[in-house]
């Protein structure tokens, strides 16, 4: 690796739920501007991976360090004011509230108008609200739903409602952005259009960090990968190492042994 | 859908304006005891209808705020209209300090827990803690509130100061739900998670919701002290507590919602005093048919609405203004 210190870094993570070791040491960095995939088979471990980066959970031991602050014991809030936005597995979406509002909540954490402002609507918070709405509306156009704007959020396709977790995140300003399976539920052609508006995220000087299990996304817009069974790490690097791995392949096609 | 609420909402301020010319000295006092129901409902409505939090407890706070006034009023003859800002602060603090360990329980286990509250609080006032309270008859002898001078006494007089009241609290109260605030809250409401995940510190939301309905709830209890000029715990049961949830629940969240729903739980067993025994049997029977066709309550609150046309003008304008630059941008990022 560079000199470059990684934009995210974990070392020796381990989360225990009850009996089970969910995690196990797991120790990786994301570089600045890479996309990085997080595979591995069902029950891996992988969302587990993300919840601990996110505030979600927090890991009995280990340290999680991003931009050179530990995260560890942070509240999720606070973890996406720092600049790591999210998407979740299950779409989170307020289903019931108009998709730009939904994009707005991203906004939230980088305005600053207080209780009294907002009751008042002074100059300063209308200022503020409308560049939110452009911001969001930019957000919107950027993953191509700004046609979408007033529709109820529940009521759009899943594939799109991918999209507007997406755009929501993007709103937050992020450094980093976490993608929870942001192919679940597409069909091929919002699959082909997702590919490039990764590619495109990362463009704008975000980095990715992405669970999928379509694998041929993953080989397609991932530099770097980790891979996951039972809650431990048991191969990391470029896609085309990763997978003659032979652990690799054992864990997703089985021993030979056991066929 | 907006035109009709436009609408039917000037019906009813055109209609509360000249209310009190059309009735008996009797309705006039049943109107102004219905506004004081509605700022009470207004401000549970941005507890519990924006932000989802179920407190059964509010009339903890107004009794809060009734009795600071009443104590500062008898003890220290501040005329009361002054008082309403400490009444708001005192029931606001109050609020703090019960909620601030309380707030992250859930649904019906927070609705526990404010029902003790509020019954902490009556049992409290007629234990005349502090020697304060006046026990179980309470205090009397609160003056009449002065406007420059004037000494508000009638019940006309009263009608339009209450109802001045609600009418500043729709308007203060329908800015904050339309800003980032409001919006906090309905995120809150919709989804807790997936709003912590966004950013929003929904703990620090949801006690700033509390704290400041409770705030508004302490200001209509120095209404209600002025008014009354004496004021006793019963007046701060649980069953008021029930009622003004009852009012909230109904009316779907929105202003006019709580209003219209306000004028229906106060005003109707009035109406209908004369069957006061079948008066309960009745409200039951109306919530099970609310229930079963409509569940979202009578008006629930219309989505905000945003200038996105002039968002997108000016979007595209920035962006033509930064096109060449943008597009060495691009070309960096790409290599």
Redesign the interface.
């Known amino acids: 690796m560079s000199t470059v210190s990684p934009l995210l870094s974990l070392c020796e993570v381990t989360k225990i739920f009850g009996g089970l070791v969910a995690l196990n040491d797991i120790a990786f960095d994301v570089r600045e501007n890479s996309i990085v995939g997080l595979i591995g088979p069902n029950g891996a471990g992988k969302t587990t991976v993300f919840n601990c980066i996110t505030g979600n959970y927090v890991p009995e031991q280990g340290s999680i360090t991003f931009m050179g602050h530990k995260l560890v014991g942070k509240k999720p809030h606070a973890i996406v004011e720092m600049g790591i936005a999210r998407t979740f597995q299950s779409i989170r979406l307020f289903s019931s509230l108009p998709v730009v509002e939904n994009v707005l909540a991203g906004q939230h954490c980088r305005l600053r108008s207080g209780l009294f402002a907002s009751m008042l609507h002074t100059p300063a918070q209308r200022q503020e609200e409308k560049r939110a709405l452009e911001r969001a509306m930019d957000e919107l156009d950027f993953v191509g739903l700004a046609d979408k704007h007033a529709e109820e959020a529940g009521s759009l396709s899943y594939g799109n409602q991918r999209l507007v977790e997406i755009a929501r995140a993007l709103a937050s300003d992020p450094r980093l952005l976490i993608l929870d399976e942001p192919a679940g539920g597409m069909n091929d052609q919002e699959t082909v259009a997702l590919v490039d508006t990764i590619n495109h995220i990362r463009a704008r000087g975000i980095t990715v960090l992405l669970i999928e299990h379509d694998m041929r996304l993953v080989m397609q817009v991932c530099k770097h990968l980790v891979v996951l069974e039972h809650g431990t790490m048991i191969a990391e690097g470029a896609p085309d190492v990763v997978s003659k791995h032979p652990d690799v392949i054992r864990a997703y096609l089985g021993a030979e042994d056991e066929l | 859908m907006i035109q009709c609420r436009r609408y039917s909402a000037f019906v009813l301020v055109a209609l509360l304006c000249v209310l009190p010319h059309m009735l008996d000295r009797y309705w006039i006092d049943v109107c102004v005891s219905i506004g004081l129901y509605a700022l009470l409902a207004l401000s549970l409505n941005v507890i519990l209808g924006q932000a989802g939090i179920f407190h059964m407890g509010h009339a903890a706070f107004y009794a809060v705020g009734a009795y600071v006034t009443a104590i500062v009023n008898t003890q220290f003859h501040i005329p009361v209209l002054w008082l309403m800002p400490l009444a708001g602060c005192a029931a606001a603090l109050f609020a703090l300090l019960v909620a601030r360990p309380i707030i992250h329980l859930r649904g019906d286990y927070l609705l526990i827990v404010t029902i003790g509250i509020v019954e902490i609080v009556r049992i409290a006032l007629i234990n005349d803690v502090g020697g304060l309270t006046g026990g179980a008859n309470g205090i009397f002898g609160i003056s009449r509130p002065e406007i420059f001078g004037f000494t508000i006494k009638k019940s006309m007089q009263f009608y339009y100061l209450v109802w001045g009241m609600v009418g500043c609290s729709v308007l ?2 329908g ?2 739900a ?7 809250l ?2 809150i409401k ?2 807790d ?10 703990a620090r939301y949801k006690l ?1 919701a509390f704290v ?1 309905g409770a705030f508004w709830a302490g200001m209509a209890g120095t209404l209600y002290a002025a008014k009354m000029t004496i004021i006793a715990p019963e007046s701060f049961s649980f069953m008021e507590s029930v009622i003004i949830f009852a009012v909230v629940i109904l009316s779907g969240g929105s202003q006019l919602g709580v209003l219209v729903s306000t004028f229906l739980f106060i005003g109707l067993p009035e109406l209908l005093r004369e069957f006061s025994n079948a008066r309960m049997l009745l409200f039951g029977l109306a919530m099970m048919l609310m229930m079963i066709w409509r569940p979202q309550g009578l008006l629930p609150p219309l ?2 609405r ?3 046309q ?3 003008a ?2 595209r304008r ?1 962006k033509a203004e930064a096109e060449p630059e943008h597009k060495a941008k ?1 070309k960096q ?2 290599a």
């Open positions: 203060l109260l800015w904050l339309r800003s980032r605030f409001g919006r906090a309905s995120y919709e989804d998670v997936a709003a912590e995940g966004c950013g929003v510190d929904v700033m400041f989505p905000r945003y200038n996105v002039a968002a997108l000016a979007l920035r691009a990022g790409e």
